[in-house]
DNA sequence: TCATTGTGCAACCTCCTGGTTGCATGTAGT
DNA sequence: ACTACATGCAACCAGGAGGTTGCACAATGA
């Protein structure tokens, strides 16, 4: 997940999705200086990686940001600082004992 | 710096360096499948993405975790998150009335 | 001084990622 | 039925990421 995120142009596109509403693959691609399938690509990183979601409506396939699938990372990275903040209190009392 | 924590081998890094003591590069080497030279690479991908910080003692370079560097990108998911929540909210908002 | 240890540097290799193009397919609209 | 649009799929390509090997060099310890 850290690696899907890890990348401009997904980013962007999360960045856009963010808006809350429902975008097509061609709605996102555009202004992009990137082919359609490129998004197309992309799209499918941050959907197997559970930030995004799919839907097929009619000919076109619209995507949205999936809500509170990025707590998870930060909960993640909360926890590993505050195991970070821990342990280095840890050692600053050992030191200075 | 998403892209520098989207690799299981950093990660594992971090992890380790997590104890808040410093450590060598050799002694990070040891016990994971890996070359020193592939684990010299990863930490500076890491050090450049500000996350550990190096400093260089007699014929070893000893490497620690960087404490509240990893909060920057948490705060940044935060906010992100923040933003989602309140354009669906929004979108509620006005889908109901 | 000499062997050992911890690094750094450079060259090289492989494979995956990001990207493109071309074509096929399904859906909408007229 | 025919055209236009949105997408999916497959093949292909270039470049960079991850990894290894070999060698050179500084610091340590006997």
């Known amino acids: 997940m850290f690696a899907a995120l890890g990348c401009v142009t997904r ?11 429902e975008h097509s693959i061609t709605d996102l691609a555009d202004g992009l200086p990137l082919t359609r ?4 690509k992309h ?3 941050l959907h ?10 009619g000919r076109e396939s619209r995507f ?3 809500p509170g699938s990025i ?7 909360t926890r590993i ?10 050692l600053r009392t050992v ?3």
């Open 81 to 90: 600082s505050e195991q970070w903040d821990a342990a280095i209190a840890r």
């Open 43 to 45: 799209l499918r990183v």
């Open 48 to 57: 197997h990686a559970g930030l995004v979601d799919s839907r097929r409506v």
């Open 37 to 40: 399938q490129a998004i197309t």
């Open 95 to 97: 030191v200075e004992s």
């Open 11 to 21: 980013l962007e596109l999360v960045s856009r999705l963010g808006d809350g509403s």
């Open 71 to 77: 707590t998870h990372a930060r909960d993640y990275l």
């Open 64 to 66: 949205t940001i999936r």
